[in-house]
């Protein structure tokens, strides 16, 4: 058995490990619920106001138990039932240096809090944040919006302390769309003083689902064409009602699986114009899909016997996401010819082909910028872009899990490949994947 992959942290204890079975077709149905990456700031908007605020659509996830610890420590509550979540945060009262720490290294939801600690406490505290092993994922673009709004900032010993009596409105624009510094400008703009406006501001579905709770609350805020992203601050926001958006990017993972392993999956929960790029992107590839009237049951399939070689480059929204990339590349190991890929999101995003290569794929990695745009990362000499060789006959191996979406992408792997597959770390899925091992028997995945 080969030995784990390189590009992972020492492998994890042993119940998180899973041998997978390989070379069999998945084919099954499954229910996906709220997105990861839009039911935790769905939480965080209910801390900026003392009525209660329900979520419905709920996703067994472990970035929730982040923020449940969260709202509990800074003095709100929160009940579960099986299909909605009550918040109610009365008080607020600004976390401390070791709550910080522990948190912000869990995941990368609790700095999304600032604005909201400086709301409801006038201080909050900032650590450099967790996340997943793919690149820094630095917090300077929060601290940009939260300066341009008031707030002081105190360097000490790697923690970052905030001050301010009360936020203002500014006009901000971002270096980069990014989703968290939208989501914090969200957060600081609602109920700050006066007019506020974001340029450069990321508008993924995930953003424009928070934009409708914080209107359900009383917020005024409207997105212009050209992203750019307007707020008046009101003097204090009510409690909502939401059923959380679909998780596009679970959706995306199960649909690369069914093509990577010539099978059929079907997927309820999740709405086609969130997935309308890749949609076009998967049937490019030799993938095809039918799609149920109300556009919320999609059954993906391979639809040639051999797929097709494709240039993917991943963008912003409307773009092709950064977090389709691994899964989806995973697929193209098993396309008939040369496939390209550019990933101009984040900088170290390649790692998990290390692993692919280990299981027999035959992928290069450069740090050239292989796709029409000269990205951030071109001339920082980050091994930012792939070219992969298909089809390749794929092996069993032994693997260690470096973070979500490539982890999801060593499982479609593995069920690909001919013979058993170890895969260490495999917990690390249930950040973002509900009931993952569920799921992979009710779609046929051979796996214990
Ligand atoms: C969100 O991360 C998602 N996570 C990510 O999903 C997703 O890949 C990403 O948006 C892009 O769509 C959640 O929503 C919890 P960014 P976020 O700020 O907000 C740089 C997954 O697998 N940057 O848009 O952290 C950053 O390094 C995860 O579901 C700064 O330089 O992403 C990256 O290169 C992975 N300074 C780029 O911007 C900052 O202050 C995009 O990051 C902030 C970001």
Known sequence: MTQPSTTTEPAAAADDTMTVRGGVP????????GSKNALPKAMVAALLTEETCRL???AAIRDIDVVDELIGIAGGSVEHDPDQIRITAHSFSALGEDDVERLHAASRIPVLTTAVSLHRTGTAVVAAPGGCAIGPRPVDFHLRVLRAFGARDD?????????????????IELPFPSVGATEQFLFAAVL???DAELANAAIEPEIL???????????????????TIRVTGVKALGGFEHRVIGDRLEAASWASLALATGGRITVRGVQQQDLATFLNVYRRAGGDFTIDAAGSTISFRRARRMLRPLAIETDVHPGFMTDWQSPFVTALTQAEGVSVVHETVYEDRLGYTDALRSLGAQIQVFTECLGPTRCRFGAANHRHSAVVVGPTKLHGAELVVPDLRAGFSYVIAAAAAEGDSV??????????????????????????
């Open 26 to 33: 998945v084919e099954g149905e499954l229910d996906i619920r």
């Open 56 to 58: 419905t659509n709920i």
């Open 155 to 171: 360097h000490r010993e790697g923690m970052i302390h905030l001050r301010a009596d009360r936020l203002r409105g500014a006009r």
């Open 192 to 194: 700050a003083e006066g």
């Open 209 to 227: 689902d928070l934009i409708s709770v914080l209107q359900k609350m009383g917020a005024l805020i409207s997105v212009e064409p050209n992203r």
């Open 423 to 448: 895969i260490h770390g495999v917990g690390l899925l249930e950040r973002g994947y509900a009931d993952f091992r569920t799921k992979l028997t009710a779609v046929g995945v051979d796996h214990s």
